[in-house]
């Protein structure tokens, strides 16, 4: 199985990282210089496309050893697809922003020499989330990397990171999949049924991720369809204002439940690091790194919540899609498998000015939500625009 089997819809940019990888694996077997390989790249792509999936695959195939560069089958490639390569350093962060420390901590490792691969790889996800003072900590790495160090860049867009950082990566955008591709993936990497995997790639626009999510969750597709037709049917603003307010805390309680679990092996973690037992007064000394742990947990919960959010409002963008596909009689296919009634039901009583008008009225919402604006108060604004 190769690197890239899980790249799906994606053939120019496989084409583009083999011959990259090939071209660094002539460097170091020859020690020729080799056009086509940089030492800095930035994937970029909508969520789903799979860009990091691709950085990760282009960094197993730069450490690869096998007879085909990228084979899937060596060490090289094993550990790290398994994220347990010792010369690849990965920055996944679940917070809302990337801090200086972490940038500055890969800094330190980006200097060091490979100790067991090829190259030294340093993977940052959501490259975007850095500020501009962190990015410009990191824009000195870019420019002089040592000879063996790979720098890759993952973020939904160029225009997300400073120009200074872009102008000087080797750019490689991804595009979003076709559904097909993505039920296909679906159907071959995890055994989901085609009809299921069908259903799941269209509901999730082809987000990899969440198709599959949806695919082996029922529970998951009856949320969605919940928080698409609450807002829709609300007739009131008072309905529409309960509307977001049952969003806003279903968004609670998913961050809260994906994040518990780690919290408190994390707290448990530090609290043996500490010498503190189980119900031990803790000393006033050490309260300030536990102080420290609580405040990275809650960026991480408020990062769960608007990214949940943000998903929810793009589910209620495709519902409007499929409206507007019936008013101008376009004949594309729904996204929403199962709303259909309510869709039709919608473009028959809307004109396609109201659709779009709606439209804009979440996308604006999804802006407020990125600027930081109160998600009740962003949320409401919205679902209350839905109703007139």
């Known amino acids: 199985m190769s690197v890239w089997d899980d790249i799906v819809g994606q053939e120019q940019t496989i084409a583009t990282l083999q011959e990259a990888a090939q071209r660094a694996r002539t460097i170091v077997e020859t020690g020729a210089a080799e056009r086509g390989m940089t030492h800095s790249w930035l994937l970029t792509g909508p969520p789903g496309s799979g860009r990091s999936t691709a950085a990760r695959a282009f960094a197993a195939a730069l450490q690869c050893t096998g007879p085909e560069v990228g084979c899937g089958e ?6 790290t697809m398994s994220k347990n390569h010792a010369d690849v350093t990965d ?5 809302v922003i990337i801090s200086i420390d972490e940038v500055r901590g890969l800094l330190h490792a980006a200097q060091t020499a490979p100790t067991q691969g090829r190259w030294r790889v340093i993977l940052i996800e959501d490259a975007d989330r850095m500020l501009e003072r962190t990015s410009n900590v990191l824009l000195k790495a870019i420019e002089e990397p040592p000879e063996r160090t790979v720098w890759l860049l993952c973020a939904p867009s160029p225009d997300d990171l400073i120009t200074t950082i872009r102008s000087r990566c080797r750019h490689v955008g991804l595009r979003i999949p076709p559904a097909g591709a993505v039920a296909e993936l679906l159907t071959r990497r ?14 999730a626009q082809s987000h990899i991720g969440r198709a599959r999510g949806l695919a082996q969750n029922p529970a998951l597709r009856e949320q969605r369809r919940q928080i698409i037709e609450r807002p829709i049917r609300a007739a009131s603003v008072g309905e529409a204002v309960l509307a977001a307010e049952d969003l806003v805390e279903t968004a609670k309680e998913q961050a809260k439940a994906d994040t518990e679990d780690i919290n408190a092996r994390e707290k448990a973690h530090l609290l043996r690091t500490l010498g503190i037992a189980d119900g031990e007064r803790i000393n006033p000394a050490l309260r300030s790194q536990i102080k420290q742990l609580e405040e990275e947990q809650k960026r991480r919960a408020t990062r769960a919540e608007r990214d949940f959010l943000d998903r929810a409002l793009l589910d209620l963008l495709a519902f409007y899609r499929d409206v507007l596909a019936i008013q101008l009689g376009t004949g594309a296919g729904p996204i929403n498998v199962g709303l259909e009634d309510l869709i039709r039901r ?30 009740m108060l962003a949320v409401e604004a919205m679902a209350v625009a839905l109703i007139k």
């Open 74 to 79: 060596c060490r090289g490639c094993h550990t």
């Open 91 to 95: 920055l996944e962060t679940q917070k």
């Open 190 to 203: 995890w055994g989901i049924a085609p009809d299921v995997a069908a259903e799941s790639a269209r509901l």
């Open 346 to 375: 919608t473009a028959q009583m809307t004109t396609g000015s109201d659709t779009v008008r709606k439209a804009r009225a979440i996308e604006t919402a999804r802006n407020r939500l990125r600027a930081n604006v109160a998600p």
